[in-house]
């Protein structure tokens, strides 16, 4: 069983920046291939960015491309999302999930995950 517990959502301004947090509890993190998806009022979860065990590969959706980096550390047991060069549309709750299916699998939204967090809120302004 783990546990996710994401942080570091906020207001902020369009070209600004933030770094999610998603803290897991549990044994065995680096086991686990870990992502984050988002999800906006009306739309459906979009895959985000994931990253394998290790940390050796990631993955991204082209939206985000030059502007997030997915990182690990598995000491800490932690993921992170760095979000640079916000854009309006990045508004959308954003989810941490694990999963021991290959990192790259994670486009799948609706088969990947097998733990997810309760989400935190980012909201980028013009």
């Known amino acids: 069983q783990v546990q996710l517990v994401e942080s570091g959502g906020g207001l902020v301004q369009a070209g600004g920046s933030l770094r999610l947090s998603c803290a897991a509890s549990g044994r065995g993190f680096s086991i686990y291939n870990m992502g984050w998806f988002r999800q906006a009022p009306g739309k459906e979860r979009e895959f985000v960015a994931t990253i394998s065990g290790s940390g050796s590969s990631t993955y991204n959706a082209e939206s985000v491309k030059g502007r997030f980096t997915i990182s690990r550390d598995n000491a800490k047991n932690t993921v992170y999302l760095q979000m640079n060069s916000l854009k309006p549309e990045d508004t959308a709750v954003y989810y941490c999930?694990?999963?021991?299916?290959?990192?790259?699998?994670?486009?799948?939204?609706?088969?990947?995950?097998?733990?997810w967090g309760q989400g935190t809120q980012v909201t980028v302004s013009s």
């Open positions: 999930a694990a999963d021991q299916a290959p990192a790259y699998l994670g486009v799948n939204v609706r088969s990947w995950g097998d733990y």
